[in-house]
């Protein structure tokens, strides 16, 4: 697909522009554009729709609540640090138990209260949301399934499941390596491994442009692995789809290892690296 791309074949790929075009925008009422670019506001929408996300335990929405910063953060350990309107993973801080004066991050490095301090501020900044004022999300901390653990036991993967008039069209596994630091974003040296919806299990992988048989650190066996939950998974997405006016519309779920499913966020404009990890133009499927 990477060659006929590169030969200019793009009969059945689709790009940027006519995907906002054709499928973005004339399809959806644009005000629940925010719902994709706020968590919090999405959140709202998953619990309306009877979906199970991530739950928030805290919220930093101006300097004023940093002042007390330890005082109010000092009570958690396996949480998830998240901008609110972050893209792509940036910005996002995963910290596990208690140190002293501080947190472990999930490479084992002590972090002091202040440099998480310094990270919640910049979130607030807007440094993770284009320049724009945002607020920090503290959530639960969510563990990976034994799916992904088999893959790479470090980090959280993901799925990404493409839905256009609550039909699902394409999906992907998103995998962490030892070199993305435990995320799962293809940008940040993930793994994108496609799935066959129909028959339910994972087809080819790609890493950095270059298709693979196996995870570089774990050696497994990337494809033909059956995927769990996806028809739960599909029918949340849906549940979502009938209260939000977005006909073309990215899922994130991941697997907690005793909860199961748990969907992350939406995207109104999803990334189109999902049609290299199924070697499949997205033309040819919608």
């Not at 940036?90 to 440099?115: R, T």
Request: net charge positive; with cysteine; proline share 4%.
């Amino acid at each position: 697909m990477i060659r006929k791309m590169l030969l200019g074949d793009h009969n059945n790929i689709l790009g940027i522009n006519r995907r906002n075009l054709d499928y973005v925008y004339p399809s959806a009422n644009r005000k629940f554009f925010k719902i994709a670019d706020e968590k919090a506001l999405a959140k709202e929408y998953f619990e309306r729709a009877g979906v199970p996300f991530p739950e928030t335990l805290k919220e930093y929405t101006t300097f004023t609540d940093i002042v007390d910063f330890e005082k109010t953060f000092s009570g958690f350990e396996n949480v998830v640090i998240k901008p609110n309107k972050g893209r792509g993973g940036n910005g996002i801080m995963v910290l596990d138990k208690k140190a002293e004066n501080g947190i472990y991050d999930i490479d084992g490095k002590a972090l002091d209260y202040k440099k998480i301090r310094k990270h919640v501020a910049d979130i607030i900044m807007g440094v993770y949301s284009f320049g724009t004022q945002d607020k920090a999300l503290v959530e639960i901390r969510l563990f990976p399934h034994e799916f992904f653990r088999k893959f790479y036991d470090r980090g959280l993967a993901d799925f990404r499941l493409l839905i256009f008039k609550k039909q699902p069209v394409m999906g992907m596994l998103r995998l962490p390596t030892s070199k993305s630091h435990g995320k799962a974003n293809l940008h940040q040296g993930g793994i994108g491994v496609g799935i066959d919806l129909d028959k339910g299990e994972t087809t080819s992988a790609i890493l950095k442009g270059r298709y693979i048989a196996e995870h570089p650190d774990s050696k497994v066996a990337l494809g033909k692995n059956p995927v769990p939950y996806l028809q739960e998974m599909i029918d949340y997405c849906r549940k979502v789809a009938d209260i939000v006016a977005l006909q073309y519309i990215g899922f994130d779920f991941t697997l907690d290892e005793k909860k199961g499913p748990m969907l992350l966020e939406i995207n109104a404009r999803p990334g189109l690296e999902i049609q290299k990890a199924n070697k499949k133009g997205l033309l040819e499927v919608l």
